[in-house]
């Protein structure tokens, strides 16, 4: 049974802030090794907060679990800052989830 636990995946920098909360992180570094770690923490936390620069390069990975109810999976900037990534992929949830954008009215 999954236990309601929230997890950080990115770099170094950004879990350290994470960390001082008393989050669970986990540093991950290249592609592989965040690809590897997300598919263990998905058997065990409801929610993965993952750096943006880091779900661009798993996005494929990711979008498997768009499907299911848990993990919620949701990119963070990073500690380079914001690409975009995460608010537009919350965009595209709400969209498809209400049928219409009602966060920007684009």
Known sequence: MRKEK???LG???ITLAFKAIGMDVFNANSVGE??????LLARNYSVIFITEDLAIQIEEQ?????????PAII????SKG???YGIENIKKDVERAVGTDILFND
Do not use: M, N, Q
């Open 82 to 84: 914001s690409t975009g």
């Open 11 to 13: 770099d170094s920098d």
């Open 75 to 78: 990119p963070i900037p990073s």
């Open 34 to 39: 965040a690809s590897e770690k997300l598919k």
């Open 6 to 8: 929230i997890a950080v």
């Open 62 to 70: 990711i979008a498997k679990f768009k499907s299911r109810t848990y």
